[in-house]
Structures are given as structure tokens and as C-alpha cells.
């Protein structure tokens, strides 16, 4: 099956920030000129994740609330005191997300549900350059 392929750069802020990747896919899809597939968008970072949510004010936020709950930033990890990092937290937190979220599309448009949007969480914690891989599989 033929696939496309389409890379995104962007700043991120981290601390949970939750970025939309909705228009970005679709751009892929229509990129891409196939009329029916599959379409996946993939963090390539340990410290970002990316799922299906509604995204509207008030969830990104209660959704990082969420995780600093789970995963709390300040216990003591070994990833930070194995490599001198203060970032453990981060990489649980994203581990636990998935860094991909895979969305079927036909007639070209993405079939997700009324309020669904597909995003990416970052996790770290700084500022980062972040890149996102987004993979069309169609005909």
C-alpha cells in the first residue's frame, strides 16, 4: 500500500502544554491525495506524547493537572539521578500517553468524532524543538 510522509518542526514550552495537531494531520491527508487510509501522527521524543482528545479551554489544562497527580515532578527518580537530569517525571508521564495516535480517513477527511482533535503533550520540563512525523498509508 503506498504511504506518504510528512515532517512538522515545532517550539514547544513543555510543562504539560498540549499542542493541536488536528490541522496539521489533515494537512498531511490532503498532502498525501489519497481518498481512503490511515493516518498517524508520532512524536519522535521520549518526553512527548500524543493522544485523541477534546481540545478546548480548560481540558489541556486538566489534563496536565491530571498527570502532575500521577507522575509528580518532584519524587525521586532514577533516570535523574543516573544521568544528572531533572526530567524522569517526563518521560513517565509520556511513556504512560504513547507517542502515536493512528486516525482513519475517507474522502480524504480525518473521521474523528465530533469534539475529537489529535494532540501532543509535552512533558518536559523546558522549552524544546520538537519534531513530528506524520505517516499517510492509503489509496
Known amino acids: 500500500m503506498p504511504t506518504y510522509l ?7 514550552e513543555g510543562d504539560g502544554q498540549v499542542i493541536d ?3 496539521l494531520l489533515e494537512k498531511a ?9 490511515t493516518a498517524t501522527a508520532f512524536a519522535r521524543h521520549t518526553t512527548v506524547g500524543i493522544t485523541a482528545m477534546e481540545h478546548e479551554p480548560g481540558t489541556g489544562t486538566d489534563f496536565a493537572e491530571l498527570f502532575r497527580r500521577l ?6 527518580y532514577h533516570h535523574n539521578r543516573l544521568n544528572a537530569d531533572t526530567n524522569g517525571h517526563a518521560h513517565a508521564r509520556a511513556a ?3 507517542p502515536s495516535v493512528t486516525v482513519p480517513f475517507t474522502a480524504g ?13 509535552d512533558f518536559d520540563d523546558r522549552p524544546r524543538r520538537r519534531e513530528i512525523i506524520f505517516q499517510v498509508i492509503g489509496e
Open 6 to 12: 510528512q515532517r512538522e518542526e515545532m517550539s514547544t
Open 21 to 23: 495537531l488536528t490541522p
Open 29 to 37: 491527508v490532503a498532502n498525501s491525495g489519497f481518498h481512503d487510509g
Open 71 to 76: 507522575v509528580p515532578q518532584g519524587n525521586e
Open 96 to 98: 504512560m500517553l504513547g
Open 109 to 121: 477527511r480525518l473521521l474523528l468524532g465530533t469534539w475529537q482533535s489529535v494532540v501532543a503533550v
